[in-house]
């Protein structure tokens, strides 16, 4: 049974807002995981996990929903990607194994440093594989038939390993962002330190990665500088550019939630842009959507359930958000 | 070749490792979710202080089994395509959309309510955090649903075609949901978690209680209602599971005849009157089961209840279909054998409550104790029957296994494996540490909530860490 075109472009699109919104809020709870060596341990850390407690777990969902979305809405896609990216999917799932009990494991402990640590070092590794398997798959994997082809190693470039060290610094952004938003004094004060540094080291992913992509294949480099492709995609480094400069002059009046929103709308742009160097492939240069796309009937039996119950996923997503909303002090929320 | 060979057992290996270790998780958090909803919606209804002293108790174990229980939910959730590509790329247009299902309708409602299950009471006041606690506990409920309908679509496929690029895809999605073994194995796998988190429960209690009597002193009234409560529970739930058992087993006979003969250790067939083997050794070169022990005729009795029935016999399977006896074959019996103390223990203390001697007899209170862990050892003996009873398919008669690996190299699999090898028994065993020493505290009045264990004290923390506290508004 053929998927049907209309669909498969709707189910891309649901994919995609599943990972933005994955990318967006978990990467805020990896970005704190990111700088808590920088944190003082005591006060300082209670509060920043604190802040994170009640909705880490929701936000680590859309991860499932994006995995568990890829696999359902483009079998192939997924049958081909995650034996391509083997070895840094693996270390992920284990980064976030790590990260996940620490939130339970540190408050019922003598040696807080040791859950401490594997909080700080799962959510580095599962940030940095996140990234690391973001570039992979930007620098295509050999296929066979209906098969990944490669290697086990095949995912490990430079390339890749800019990615990767770029998720970690954007999530470190958004992390400090975060905390800028939800706390305040001396938590807050530092937050602002990593927010000037995290930008930075952001913008300089950024540009890098944004230099290099285009120079991984000419269907890249035609979408970008070439005409009628320079059209769709020349807005986007403009707003990059403005958005960027918007981002400083909020962290210079120490604006407390407009870095937040910046820094996501920072994401929302490089998404973006990562969209127009890859649709329509769903494994670039070699499956495209509508190849790796699941039979019609199964796109619309899962569209009624996304109809029916993404609604109500973002209402009680919303209302957990809003219900511990407000500056967070070390003993929680008050 | 070889190469080929050893990936693939690798993988076998990895799943069976993976998913044993998730499935203990759920298995208890699915029962303990809703004896949560009970505890509160008593504590609610009665306003006696001891039901939310439980409800306490129980939420901090809850936090750690549930979120050990996530965290190797992920792992399965992508193992899928990591290591069963093949079988992804087949089956997903079937199970794809099962699971995404599971996603939408069950993890966002138990990821988004446990924050306020856990942290808000204070915040939403009683009934609403009544509300998040039922909830989470439906959210496991419908999780399992989905679940357990996509294996046993895998185990009685129903409702689909095959594409001529070798796909699968669903014909109609009401028969691929309630595939014909669905409902069996849902009832025996959802009673099976029930009777889990019973034991355990009842266990903590009857650890209590022996502590106090040796030690003297009066038991908490808590105590003992947790350990009558779950006494009550395993006397209800047992025989249910038995009956339900025995439903699935008939209804595997039906659609799996060549499982059941694994399971039952026959090798060959018989025409009437089929024995039933209780002990042997099975011999899969020779297909001979040696040293068994065996009834005369209850075999037929059993399943078919009729003496004349005949039964089939792995003769009667092609060689390359055949399962290996000896995992099905053993597990059946272990999970057989600990449902049979189950049911004894739940007699027991029926029996005792009867009389008014629930709290007094030690020795039922040291058999709820013995068989504290005896749910998961029954679970997982079960799980492995059902599964290692459908090899040489992944999905059955239909897609081999050997036929749904990932294309990977077997030092990729091998170092992965030894990954999570190291990092399961390490996490996995402290947290289970963290459970332990929670239960070993007899739940007091004023038992400390959930929120206020889960924030470090940083009034206990050395005084220079205690720069930058700020004062919440």
Request: glycine share 10%; charged share 10%; net charge neutral.
């Amino acid at each position: 049974m053929a998927p049907d075109p209309i669909l498969t472009l709707v189910w891309a699109g649901i994919i995609g807002v599943a990972i933005f919104i994955y990318v967006v809020t978990d990467g805020f709870d990896l970005g704190i995981g990111i700088l808590f060596p920088t944190m003082a341990p005591g006060a300082e850390r209670e509060t920043a996990i604190a802040t994170i407690k009640p909705v880490w777990d929701a936000n680590q969902t859309w991860l499932v929903l994006g995995g568990g979305g890829v696999f359902a809405a483009f079998p192939l896609a997924y049958a081909i990607l995650m034996p391509a990216v083997y070895a840094p999917l693996i270390a992920m799932l284990l980064g976030l194994i790590f990260r996940g009990v620490a939130f339970k494991y540190r408050a019922r402990t003598s040696r807080i440093w040791l859950w401490d640590f594997a909080f700080f070092a799962g959510s580095t590794l599962a940030a940095f594989a996140q990234g690391v398997i973001l570039g992979a798959v930007l620098q295509g994997v050999k296929v066979s038939g209906r098969s990944y082809a490669g290697g086990w190693w095949d995912w490990l470039s430079p390339f890749s390993l800019l990615t990767g060290a770029s998720v970690v610094a954007a999530y470190a952004l958004l992390g400090a962002c975060w905390l800028i938003w939800r706390t305040e004094g001396a938590v807050q004060d530092h937050a602002y330190r990593m927010a000037w540094r995290g930008g930075a080291a952001s913008i300089a992913a950024i540009a890098a990665v944004s230099l290099a992509t285009p120079f991984l294949s000419h269907d890249y480099f035609s979408r970008w500088f070439e005409t009628p492709g320079i059209y769709f995609s020349a807005p986007v480094p403009i707003l990059l550019v403005i958005t960027g400069l918007l981002f400083i002059r909020a962290l210079k009046r120490r604006a407390e939630v407009a870095p937040f929103l910046l820094a996501e709308l920072l994401f929302l742009l490089t998404f973006i842009g990562l969209g127009i160097s890859i649709f329509p492939w769903a494994v670039p240069g070699q499956v495209t959507i509508w190849q790796a796309a699941t039979a019609a009937n199964a796109q619309s039996f899962m569209l009624v359930g996304v109809g029916l119950l993404l609604p109500v996923i973002l209402g009680y997503t919303a209302y957990g958000y809003w219900l511990f909303r407000g500056k967070v002090g070390a003993e929680g929320y008050a | 070749m070889f190469d080929d060979v050893s990936a693939l057992t690798l993988a076998r290996f990895q799943f069976a490792f993976t998913v044993s270790f998730h499935f203990i998780f759920p298995a208890f958090s699915i029962g303990l979710a809703s004896y949560l909803a009970v505890l509160e919606g008593l504590w609610l209804k009665t306003g006696r202080d001891v039901y939310l002293q439980l409800f306490h108790y129980w939420l901090k174990i809850f936090a750690i089994a549930f979120g050990m229980g996530v965290v190797s939910g992920i792992v399965m959730a992508y193992q899928f395509g990591s290591n069963w590509s093949a079988f992804s790329d087949k089956a997903g247009p079937v199970i794809g959309p099962l699971m995404a299902y599971e996603v939408l309708s069950a993890f966002f409602l138990e990821s988004g309510f446990l924050g306020v299950m856990l942290f808000g009471l204070d915040r939403v006041g009683k009934k609403l955090h009544f509300m998040a606690t039922c909830l989470v506990a439906i959210g496991t409920t419908i999780s399992a649903f989905w679940i357990i309908a996509v294996n046993s679509w895998m185990q009685t496929p129903q409702g689909y075609a095959i594409a001529p690029n070798g796909q699968f895809y669903a014909t109609d999605w009401w028969l691929v949901v309630f595939n014909p073994s669905m409902p069996y194995r849902l009832s025996h796998t959802l009673l099976g978690a029930y009777l889990t988190t019973a034991l355990v429960v009842g266990a903590v209690g009857a650890w209590h209680l022996l502590k106090d009597r040796k030690l003297g002193r009066a038991a908490q009234p808590a105590t003992k209602i947790m350990f009558a409560m779950a006494m009550g529970m395993v006397a209800v739930t047992a025989p249910l599971q038995v009956l339900a058992g025995h439903e699935h087993g008939v209804n595997t006979l039906q659609h799996q005849p060549a499982k059941i003969a694994a399971m039952e250790g026959h090798y060959e067939s018989h025409d009437r009157a089929a024995p039933l083997i209780l002990f042997g050794i099975p011999d899969d070169a020779a297909q001979v089961m040696h040293y068994k022990l065996e009834v005369p005729v209850l075999g037929s009795l059993v399943l078919q209840h009729d003496i004349e029935a005949a039964t089939m016999g792995l003769d009667k399977v092609a060689p390359e279909n055949r399962a290996k006896v000896a995992f099905p074959f053993y597990a059946f019996r272990v999970m057989v054998g600990l449902g049979v103390l189950m049911l004894l223990l739940g007699g027991w203390a029926a029996f005792n409550a009867a009389r008014g001697r629930l709290f007094d007899n030690v020795w039922q209170q040291r058999l709820a104790l013995g068989l504290g862990p005896a749910g998961f050892v029954a679970v997982l003996a079960g799980w492995i029957t059902t599964e290692t009873g459908r090899q040489p398919f992944t999905i059955f008669g239909l897609l081999r296994t050997a036929e749904s690996a990932s294309p990977l190299a077997a030092p990729a699999v091998a170092a992965s494996l030894i990954a999570f090898i190291i990092v399961y028994f390490f996490v996995f065993g402290v947290g289970t540490w963290f459970i332990i020493k929670l239960m070993a505290t007899e739940p007091t009045p004023g038992e400390p909530e959930a929120s206020d264990e889960e924030a470090v004290e940083v009034g206990s923390l050395p005084p220079e860490a205690a720069v930058g506290l700020q004062p919440a508004e």
